[in-house]
């Protein structure tokens, strides 16, 4: 296992220096979306608090790449406490980067930088 400063660093010392107009970095663990940077408002976030996966942001309240079925994503399904999506490392990426942090059930939260 490797910390995100690990990866930055690795990253930093690959001696890869390229100018970088309207770029977008994202970091992912597995399908989770970690650690995010714009170079066009040069802003950037890391997930403190992560997803418990409860499911509720792949519900019928937002646009979906799939159908909706009694109203959720037809692509999960529920093992144990956690609802999983069948799609897996295949998911879509507007579905790994849905910020739905301003709901009321969502736990994520992030620390701007």
């Keep these: 296992m490797m910390t995100l400063r690990e990866v930055l660093i690795k990253i930093i010392d690959s001696g890869l220096d390229i100018e970088l107009e309207n770029a977008s970095l994202f970091l992912f663990d597995g399908i989770d979306p970690v650690a995010e940077f714009s170079t066009w408002n040069k802003t950037g976030r890391i997930k403190t608090i992560r997803c418990n996966k409860c499911g509720k942001c792949c519900t019928g ?11 959720s994503c037809e692509m999960l399904y529920k093992k144990a406490d ?5 799609m897996g ?21 992030y620390k701007e930088f």
């Design 61 to 71: 309240e937002r646009r979906l790449p799939f159908r909706i079925k009694d109203n």
């Design 82 to 86: 956690e609802v999983k999506c069948s």
């Design 89 to 109: 490392t295949m998911r879509p990426f507007a579905c790994c980067v849905a910020d739905v942090t301003n709901k009321d059930y969502c736990c994520i939260e």
